[in-house]
Structures are given as structure tokens and as C-alpha cells.
């Protein structure tokens, strides 16, 4: 039954290293939620696979069902939103803003970058709980979502250009419970090529 095998996850590396992102971001924050929260979705979806595997194969393991699937789409999600986000971010930089081809989408779908921002940070800044907020691409049309945890009121069949992680664990040492300044201080540190990249 070996052959009954799902390629395993891995944890990516970092573009850049940890304190990079100084002082948007501290080299604490980028230590802990790299090695120890992104890894423990990369080891939460493994483990899913592992127990849908010993079922398949009829190791008499009974499993739940319904607990395996949550787990499964919230740490698959839960590491491919980190996979993003780390690549989404550059070193801090004051005139930070996007242009040429990915201007001119924003602006035609948002009225101007301003309006952009607002509408992101709004959204990023009143997430329920834990979250992120997205850019996202669905054809010809730019679109921002409001996820909760990693996998809750996300949008299927849509490319994901930029996402924000507003869970604690991304600011909480840094920002305290000032998510907004978090969220407005995030600007700086966003990188415009890999999100014109993405942009189909
Ligand atoms: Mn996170």
C-alpha cells in the first residue's frame, strides 16, 4: 500500500532573512510565525494526510471524518496564505505604491489607489477575530475578501494576488492590540513587483 502516497509538505524558506522587514515587522515576529506557526501548518495538513492515508489503506484506523476535513482545508489553507504573504513583502521603503500595468487595474477598478487602500485596510482592520484580507482576481475583475481564520469565506476558483495576515500571532509583539496601525504601517513593506506577478 506504499504507493497510496500524497506528495508531504514542506516548510518554504524566506526571500529575505528575518529582520528584513525592520522595522515593520520584527525579526521576532518573522522568527516565530516562520518557523513555528507556518510550521505547524505545514505539519497540521501532513498529519491529515497520514490519517486519510492509514484509513485508505485499511489499517482498521477509524477516523473522523469531519475533523480530518476541517484540518486539512485549515492548515492546506493555512499554508498556502503564508506561502504568498512571505513573498508578497520587501524590505520597508516610504514611497512604497504600485505602478505601470497594476496602477492602471487598481485604478480602474477602485477609482484611484487611495480608494484602494481604504477599501483593504477597512477590510483588514475589521476581520472577526483571527484572518487575513485579499486581493483577489476573478477574470477581468479585481476583488478584496475578508478570510476568516485561513479557510472561511474565501472565494474558490479565484487567483490571490495579495493577502495580509491580521491574526495576533503577526503583530501582537510589535503592535500590541493596535491592529490598525499594523495594517497602515503594512504599506511600506509591500511588494508591488511580486503582486504585479501574480496579476494575470
Ligand atoms: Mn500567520
Redesign the pocket.
Known amino acids: 500500500m506504499t504507493n497510496l502516497k500524497h506528495k508531504r509538505l514542506e516548510l518554504p524558506d524566506l526571500p529575505y532573512k528575518y529582520d528584513a522587514l525592520e522595522p515593520v515587522i520584527s525579526k521576532a515576529i518573522m522568527t516565530l ?1 516562520h518557523t513555528r ?2 510550521l505547524a ?1 505545514v505539519t497540521g495538513v501532513n498529519a491529515a494526510m497520514d490519517k486519510l492515508e492509514k484509513a485508505r489503506a485499511g489499517e482498521g484506523l477509524e477516523i473522523d471524518y469531519k475533523a480530518v476535513m476541517r484540518d486539512f482545508s485549515f492548515h492546506m489553507s ?1 499554508h498556502k ?2 506561502s504568498i ?1 512571505w513573498k508578497n513583502l520587501r524590505k520597508s521603503s516610504k514611497d512604497n505604491a504600485p505602478t505601470g500595468s497594476l496602477l492602471e487595474k487598481i485604478n480602474e477598478q477602485f477609482g484611484s489607489f487611495t480608494a484602494f487602500q481604504t477599501e483593504f485596510a477597512g477590510a483588514g482592520k475589521s476581520v472577526e477575530g483571527s484572518g ?1 484580507v485579499a486581493l483577489i482576481q476573478d477574470g477581468d475583475d479585481l476583488h478584496i475578501i475578508q478570510i476568516q481564520n ?1 479557510n472561511l469565506l474565501s472565494v474558490l476558483e479565484t487567483k490571490t494576488l495579495l493577502v495580509l ?1 491580521v ?1 495576533e ?2 503583530y501582537y509583539l510589535d503592535y500590541q492590540n493596535d491592529r490598525g496601525k499594523y495594517v497602515d504601517a503594512f504599506w511600506n513593506i509591500i511588494n508591488w513587483d511580486d503582486v504585479a506577478a501574480r496579476l494575470a
Open positions: 510565525h506557526h507556518h501548518y493555512g496564505l503564508h504573504f487575513w485561513h495576515d491574526w500571532h503577526a
